[in-house]
């Protein structure tokens, strides 16, 4: 079945777990299976997803099997055919689905661009073959199914970039550094090449000295092997085909220390990668946009600047 047809629209305002939608210069809201039938290197287990906090309103949530992509669709009179497919935090234990989720789709919507937030699988042993791949094997997923349907989504494939947070941010660069290498042998081939990435107090390395321990703990641990700390630093990955970007970190960030984004920074210098890095005075750690400095403000104009929120002809 084509995928059009299993697409599953929960509202045209609003969806399940998501706070009220404004409806300025949003058109539609979808909710999309990341994979039909059986998931690649899956292993058959029972549904443990859960929300960390039901009455919260910035909705967590943790031990995700089931991976979906939640798109926001611009007005059509205002959309420009750029993408950013989003990936919230949560130190791959969860994903903080609002904050860092729908509320950035959004404010990305009021610039024309279509956004796709990703509530990918955390890594676990019982419903993996292998934990370490299974989110990255997700992002992959999720960079085909929204580049495959460009046409029909009225977007540019070449203008399809990546944003994360936090972990998240970790697994968009990640998808940054390791796009030529699919985890799942069927996307083998296709352009898993993100235009450009965002990232958003990102954890970068998992060099002891800087990195967030829960996150590579729960990625690759609880053993270490030094291959993978390697392969999981992503500042030690970059060449010069990967894909610009735009970083944005606090200075008093105590989860997720500066250093991450300071020595991917320097990576992409050295390969002579166009980038952007904004150091904020304060805000520590998962602020969304939440601070007082207006970070969106500067990301609008690096967009300007690549070309990214030029209307399509």
């Given at each position: 079945?084509?995928?059009?047809?299993?697409?599953?629209?929960?509202?045209?305002?609003?969806?399940?777990?998501?706070?009220?939608?404004?409806?300025?210069?949003?058109?539609?809201i979808m909710v999309i299976d990341l994979y039909t039938g059986q998931i690649?290197?899956?292993?058959?287990?029972?549904?443990?997803?859960?929300?960390?906090?039901?009455?919260?309103?910035?909705?967590?949530?943790?031990?995700?099997?089931?991976?979906?992509?939640?798109?926001?669709?611009p007005e059509p009179a205002i959309a420009n055919g750029t993408a950013v497919?989003?990936?919230?935090?949560?130190?791959?234990?969860?994903?903080?689905?609002?904050?860092?989720?729908?509320?950035?789709?959004?404010?990305?919507?009021?610039?024309?661009?279509?956004?796709?937030?990703?509530?990918?699988?955390?890594?676990?042993?019982?419903?993996?073959?292998?934990?370490?791949?299974?989110?990255?094997?997700?992002?992959?997923?999720?960079?085909?199914?929204?580049?495959?349907?460009?046409?029909?989504?009225?977007?540019?494939?070449?203008?399809?970039?990546?944003?994360?947070?936090?972990?998240?941010?970790?697994?968009?660069?990640?998808?940054?550094?390791?796009?030529?290498?699919?985890?799942?042998?069927?996307?083998?081939?296709?352009?898993?090449?993100?235009?450009?990435?965002?990232?958003?107090?990102?954890?970068?390395?998992?060099?002891?000295?800087?990195?967030?321990?829960?996150?590579?703990?729960?990625?690759?641990?609880?053993?270490?092997?030094?291959?993978?700390?390697?392969?999981?630093?992503?500042?030690?990955?970059?060449?010069?085909?990967?894909?610009?970007?735009?970083?944005?970190?606090?200075?008093?960030?105590?989860?997720?220390?500066?250093?991450?984004?300071?020595?991917?920074?320097?990576?992409?210098?050295?390969?002579?990668?166009?980038?952007?890095?904004?150091?904020?005075?304060?805000?520590?750690?998962?602020?969304?946009m939440r601070n007082q400095y207006d970070w969106f403000t500067d990301l609008?104009?690096?967009?300007?600047?690549?070309?990214?929120?030029?209307?399509?002809?």
């Amino acid at each position: 079945m084509p995928l059009n047809r299993k697409l599953l629209i929960i509202s045209w305002i609003c969806m399940l777990f998501a706070p009220l939608v404004k409806a300025e210069n949003i058109s539609k809201i979808m909710v999309i299976d990341l994979y039909t039938g059986q998931i690649p290197g899956s292993i058959d287990s029972e549904n443990v997803e859960n929300i960390r906090d039901v009455n919260h309103p910035d909705t967590f949530i943790m031990d995700i099997t089931h991976p979906t992509i939640t798109a926001y669709f611009p007005e059509p009179a205002i959309a420009n055919g750029t993408a950013v497919i989003i990936l919230p935090g949560g130190g791959y234990a969860g994903v903080s689905i609002v904050k860092e989720g729908y509320q950035i789709a959004e404010r990305l919507n009021q610039l024309g661009v279509t956004a796709f937030v990703v509530k990918y699988r955390m890594p676990m042993s019982q419903s993996m073959v292998d934990k370490s791949t299974g989110p990255l094997q997700d992002a992959q997923q999720a960079i085909s199914i929204v580049r495959s349907n460009s046409q029909q989504w009225h977007l540019d494939p070449s203008k399809i970039g990546i944003m994360g947070f936090s972990a998240g941010g970790h697994l968009a660069a990640s998808a940054a550094v390791h796009f030529t290498q699919a985890v799942d042998p069927q996307l083998q081939g296709q352009n898993l090449r993100p235009d450009f990435q965002i990232l958003l107090y990102p954890v970068i390395s998992f060099a002891a000295e800087i990195t967030h321990q829960g996150s590579r703990d729960n990625l690759i641990g609880p053993t270490l092997e030094p291959q993978q700390v390697e392969y999981f630093s992503n500042e030690l990955q970059v060449s010069t085909a990967t894909p610009p970007a735009f970083i944005v970190h606090a200075g008093d960030d105590n989860a997720v220390p500066v250093e991450n984004s300071l020595v991917y920074y320097q990576a992409l210098h050295q390969h002579k990668v166009a980038s952007q890095l904004l150091i904020i005075p304060s805000g520590g750690h998962g602020f969304g946009m939440r601070n007082q400095y207006d970070w969106f403000t500067d990301l609008t104009g690096w967009m300007t600047n690549m070309s990214l929120l030029q209307k399509a002809q």
